[in-house]
């Protein structure tokens, strides 16, 4: 895709999708924080499943810790890798209480020292709960930005890194959530659905399915 076209292209997802915003229920910081670290190989409709009825109990770092991981693993047991991430959670919770006094940091190098949060992570928290441009490429951006010809790349890091460039200022705090819902909605891995697509005329994909 021509950098001419970048602007064209997010207006029209814009128009498109005129609420950008993660599906994943949360109601603070800390919150958003624990549904991303349940959401790695998860989808975001189990984990509000077990979200909903973990944060009415607990949804404080001293309130999980309280709970103990076996009272934890009850409430995400049906969640994919429940027993390692009710684990890393313990152990962000500490790092939370002991190095923050409970709250979530800010900043990348802070999010990053926690327990259980890497660089998507912690991109995810730093733009959805803090407004950072950043954005957190997980396999539907992947997908999108390679088969669109939107920011090629062989990594999620280079990819990452072409987006950030490529993206007007305007779109930038968006982008993330627009990629996201455009990957999980429109321009699905199987069957894109093409005809319905509101950035067909500016897509590079040559197996286009249009009839």
């Not at 990348?108 to 890497?118: F, I, N, P, Q, T």
């Not at 920011?151 to 200022?169: C, F, H, Q």
């Amino acid at each position: 895709m021509q950098p001419r076209h970048y602007e064209e292209f997010y207006r029209s997802l814009a128009a498109a999708i005129p609420e950008p915003k993660t599906e994943l229920r949360s109601r603070s910081a800390y919150q958003l924080l624990v549904a991303v670290v349940l959401s790695a190989q998860a989808t975001d409709i189990s984990v509000n499943k077990a979200t909903d009825r973990l944060y009415p109990v607990a949804n404080t770092p001293e309130a999980i810790l309280e709970l103990g991981e076996e009272g934890l693993k009850a409430y995400i047991k049906t969640i994919g890798l429940y027993n390692s991430k009710a684990k890393n959670i313990m152990r962000l919770c500490e790092d939370l209480l002991r190095l923050h006094d409970g709250e979530v940091p800010d900043n990348r190098k802070d999010l990053e020292a926690l327990a259980g949060v890497g660089r998507k992570t912690a991109n995810v928290v730093l733009n959805t709960a803090f407004g950072q441009p950043t954005m957190a490429v997980d396999t539907h951006i992947f997908r999108v930005s390679n088969r669109l010809g939107l920011a090629p790349g062989k990594t999620v890091l280079e990819v990452e890194k072409k987006l950030l460039k490529a993206i007007p200022d305007e779109f930038m705090i968006d982008a993330h959530h627009w990629l996201i819902l455009h990957g999980r909605y429109t321009c699905l891995a199987r069957k894109p659905r093409c005809r319905e697509c509101p950035v067909e005329p500016l897509c590079r994909f040559k197996d286009k399915q249009l009839g």
